[in-house]
């Protein structure tokens, strides 16, 4: 996966778009904030949280997780990109913020 990723920075620096890598998000628990944190593959001009896999399939524990990032970053969207299919755009899923 982090193949990918290196690629993917490539395109969007190429692009001149602005992203964060590899950022961590804290864990707060009943108000107090854990020593833990979630990492996110990237987040893209601040609106986008982008997860690469490179799995068989995506499951249900994928969306969670993007669900997850995209309560505690805030962001309006999720892209949920497999790299392991043969056409790119039948990997990636698009996940949106109900809650924002």
């Known amino acids: 996966e ?4 290196v690629c993917l920075r ?6 001149g778009l602005r992203f964060t890598i590899q950022q961590h998000i804290p864990i707060k628990y009943k108000e107090v904030a854990l020593a833990a944190s979630h990492r996110v593959d990237l987040i893209v001009e601040d609106l986008i949280v982008v997860e690469v896999k490179a799995v068989a399939a995506l499951v249900p524990v994928n969306l969670a997780q993007a669900l997850t990032y995209l309560r505690l ?3 309006p969207a999720a892209l949920l990109i497999n790299f392991n299919v043969p056409r790119l755009m ?5 996940v949106i913020n109900c809650e924002r």
């Open 90 to 94: 039948d990997g990636a899923r698009r």
């Open 2 to 5: 982090s193949v990918y990723c």
């Open 10 to 15: 490539y395109e969007l620096a190429a692009r």
């Open 73 to 75: 970053t805030g962001c």
